[in-house]
Each structure stands twice: as structure tokens, then as C-alpha cells.
């Protein structure tokens, strides 16, 4: 990303972001609420144009390259009186078009990053009955299923818990051993940027630090992303 | 005189074969209306149809075309058909760039839409006969469907079923989840203009016959009633096309046998197999 600026109405969400990203890595984007972390995700989609400056994933402009890009979003916005399979939802990771019905080639995929997830008994459940924690990996699932070259998640822990979100570390590091695909992902946990990471941007509308976490998570870098409460993060992992 | 034998008459085929068209088309459609929760968009263009039919018959009168000679020309459907086309646009750009939400946006082209045509319909002299009363534009009359009639109506489902199928996989994704949709390079804003532009022809053509009170109804109960029967989006969509065309003909037929309104008669038909469907889902 070279000198990226997003304002939405008034507020300028992101200002001058300039970051450069070696493929293989796994890069934790960590900042307050309001910090423009989704935002910085939906430039790299190509879901947000830049008002200024410009956002280039493969060395062609973003958005260009959906294929080649796995996304697990934040918030499950879906309507859930939608009739869905989480075997359909996986399908349209293949297809990217939602299925009328699931082919058998495609039927084995879907399946197959199900199981790759831990979650192919969830298959043929509707979506709507899935916890948080299964409703994560049928979502992963889809991301993975076209062997991406790059897995955006945004804050992909919320609503699952402890162990489920050490499983998704996991599972995440395992494919990129695997693939040696980038991973880019969001995320509130320190804790998780610092032992899962092996780059961390800190952001508050601008780059406050962006590095290894040893050089990125020290004290005063969060101080001047997180003010005051970042002291107690520091201290807290 | 049986119904089979009924069926033997140019009336009644024409009826059955607008009412089925219609139950195909707004079948396909109402999943998408359902499932976007747009149930109040049906309502809203039917009206918006109305204040076209008036704002047609207005023009059709005062310029002469009534006394043309070209039959055509005489129906108002074909002001009321771009009229709600607009509307319709209108209300997707209102949703889009603006803070207010579907309801609210319909609502305000609801009420402009029955004011003009209740307007444009009082400017009408009272001994001007167009061919169509007020009680047919709101509560239909399927019985007296023309041949113009049957060829929009054919017109626009052939248009309707193609596009509404050819995006089908485009449409569900984005359905499902406008910004996941939008990341595996759906053009979802495109779409929805689409759809809205699809919903304002299919319930311009259809208004005329099954009237617009009933349109709303037609466009949701199907849809609702295979919601509730349904595990996928694929089974509702034919489920919701077969449960209108079955309604329709069971309705149509009903109607014929106890000498009652068409319109609500289907309608009802429709509303029975929405309370079967419930009991067997809860079931």
C-alpha cells in the first residue's frame, strides 16, 4: 500500500498508509476500535477505493485478483433465514457464485476444506444453527477452499472460544506452511499477534509501527496507537 | 357449464395462461423479494403502477389516442410500465445513497404514486370510457385479460424468466451476503438495480390482472410459503414457482366454480397452502 487515504463523509478513516508485504508472510494488523483495521481490509478486497495514494495486491491493482484471494469476514452479516448448507457456503468459495446445486468435483473440494478445518460433519447443517466457533470454520473453509495465495480475516476469534481460537491459529499456520501463502489477519489479541505473527502493523488511522513483533509491540509504539490503555496491553502478554 | 368445459373458451385460456405466466414470474422473483426482505417493495410499485395507469390514461385521453383507432395504444400500461420502472430506479438509488432504509423510501414513492393517480384519474371526464374501471386497476379482473394483454404479459415473462435466471447464482450470493458477494467480483449494486427494475415491469404487467392490492400478496405468499417448506435457496425457488402455478390454477378454478372475484380468490389459495406449509414445518 503506498500513501493510502480513505475518508468516509467526514472522517478520514485512513490517513497515508504505506506498508509493503513479502508474500509468505503472516501479518497481524492490531489498533483500537475506530482504527480503521476493517477499512484497510476492504481497500486490500478492492471493496474501498482510496480517495488518495493506491493499494496493489500481486503487483496489479486490488480487487483485480478475487480468485486468488481467500477472505473470512468480521462480522457474519447474513441473513440467517436464508436456507444454507454450510457445504453451499463452502461451494461458493470454489465458485463464487452461489450454487443451485453442488457438483460432485466440487462436492469432494468442499469437503475436503471442511475437513482441513475439522468441520466436515458440519456439511450438511444449515447455517443458521451453527455456534460462532462452527460457523467460523464453515466460513474458513470457504476462504481455503481455492487454495489462495492470500487469507484476509478480519478479527476472525470474535465469538469463539479459547480453544477453538487456538485451532484457527493453527489451522491458519499449518496452511501456510503448506501453500506458503500470505496471511493478513485483523485482530483485537496482542497476545496472538506476537506468538502467530511474524510481521505486526499497529494502526490508528496512520502506521504507528509496522515490523517483527519484537520491534512493533514494545511499549511506546502502543502508547501512541492505543494512548494510555496500550501500558496495560504491554503489560498484559 | 363445467369447467372443463369453461376451458374451452378463449376468456378462460387467456386467463389461465396470464395467470400462470404471472405465477412464474413473480414465483422466481418473490425469493429474491422475500429473502431481501423488500415484501413492502411489492406493494409499493403495485402502487406505483397505479399512479402510472392514471398518468397513462391521462395522456391517452387528452391526447387523442383513445379516438386513434389503435388499440394498442389505448392501454395505459404502456405509461404505467416505464412509470414504475422509474419508481423503481428511484427507490434503489434512495436505498443506496442515502441514510434512510427500504420501508421508508417505499413508503414516500407509495404515497406520491396513489396521490397522482388518484389525481390524474380525477381529471378524466366521467363519460370517457377507457376500457378499464378503477375497481379492475385495484382489485384485477383476470377473466377479462386481452389479447395485448397476454402478449405483455408474455413479453415481459419471457424477459423476466431469463434474467432472473441467467443471474440466479449472481443474485442468491449476493442475497445471501451483498459484501462477500462483492469480494468474489459480484456486481451486487448493479444487481439490485436490476432486480428492482425486473420487480416494476413484472408487477406493471401483472397489476393489470391480478390488480394491485393483490400483486404484494402474489409476489410474497408463494415465496414464504416455500421458505418455510425449504433447505436451500434452489428448492425454494421451485417450490415457490410450482406452489404459484398450482394456487393459480387451483384459484382460478375455484373462482370459476363459486361465481366469486378471481383475484382474491387465488390469493386465498395461495394463504391456505401458506397455513399448511407453516403446520408442516412446525411439524
Known sequence: MHRVTVRLGEATVLQDV??????????????????????????????????????????????????????????????????????????????????ARVGVGERELAYAALSRVGAEHLAKRQLARLSGGELQ??????????????VLLDEPATGVD???EHDLYDLLEGYQRDTG???????????????????????????????????????????????????????AF | MSLLDAMHLAFMQRALAAGVLIAVMSGLLGVFVVQRRLSFLGAGLAHAAFGGMGLGAFIIVSSGLLASGVGLLHHPLWIAAPFSLLAALAIAWVREHTRLSSDTAIGVFFAVSVALGVLFFSLIPPDVNLGLSLMDLLFGSILAVTGPDLA??????????????????????????????????????????????????????SSVVV???????????????????ARSLAQMTVLSVVLAVVTTVVGLGLSYLADVPSGSTIVLTQAALFLVAAVVSRS
Open chain 1, 18 to 99: 504505506s506498508f509493503e508485504l513479502a508474500a509468505g508472510c503472516f501479518l497481524a494488523v492490531v489498533g483500537p476500535n475506530g482504527a480503521g483495521k476493517s477499512t484497510l481490509v476492504k481497500v486490500a478486497l478492492g471493496l474501498v477505493t482510496p480517495q488518495r495514494g493506491h493499494a496493489a495486491l500481486f503487483g496489479v491493482e486490488a480487487g483485480a485478483w478475487p480468485e486468488r484471494i481467500g477472505y473470512v469476514p468480521q462480522l457474519k452479516t447474513f441473513d440467517r433465514s436464508f436456507p444454507a448448507t454450510a457445504l453451499e457456503l463452502v461451494t461458493t468459495g470454489l465458485r463464487r457464485r452461489w450454487p
Open chain 1, 137 to 150: 470454520r464453515a466460513y474458513l473453509a470457504r476462504a481455503l477452499a481455492r487454495r489462495p495465495e492470500l
Open chain 1, 162 to 164: 479459547f480453544l477453538a
Open chain 1, 181 to 235: 501463502a500470505t496471511v493478513v489477519m485483523v485482530t483485537h489479541d496482542l497476545a496472538a499477534a506476537r506468538y502467530h505473527a511474524d510481521r505486526v502493523l499497529v494502526l490508528n488511522r496512520q502506521v504507528h509501527g509496522f515490523g517483527t513483533p519484537d520491534e512493533v509491540l514494545c511499549e511506546s509504539c502502543l502508547e501512541r496507537a492505543f494512548g494510555h490503555l496500550g501500558h496495560h496491553h504491554a503489560l
Open chain 2, 152 to 205: 405483455a404479459i408474455a413479453v415481459v415473462a419471457v424477459v423476466a424468466v431469463a434474467f432472473l435466471l441467467g443471474v440466479w447464482g449472481r443474485l442468491a450470493y449476493a442475497t445471501f451476503d451483498d459484501e462477500l458477494a462483492r469480494t468474489d467480483g459480484v456486481r451486487a449494486r448493479l444487481l439490485e438495480y436490476l432486480l428492482f427494475a425486473c420487480a416494476a415491469l413484472v408487477i406493471a404487467v
Open chain 2, 211 to 229: 390488480g394491485i392490492i393483490l400483486m404484494a400478496a402474489y409476489l410474497v405468499i408463494p415465496a414464504a410459503s416455500a421458505r418455510l417448506l
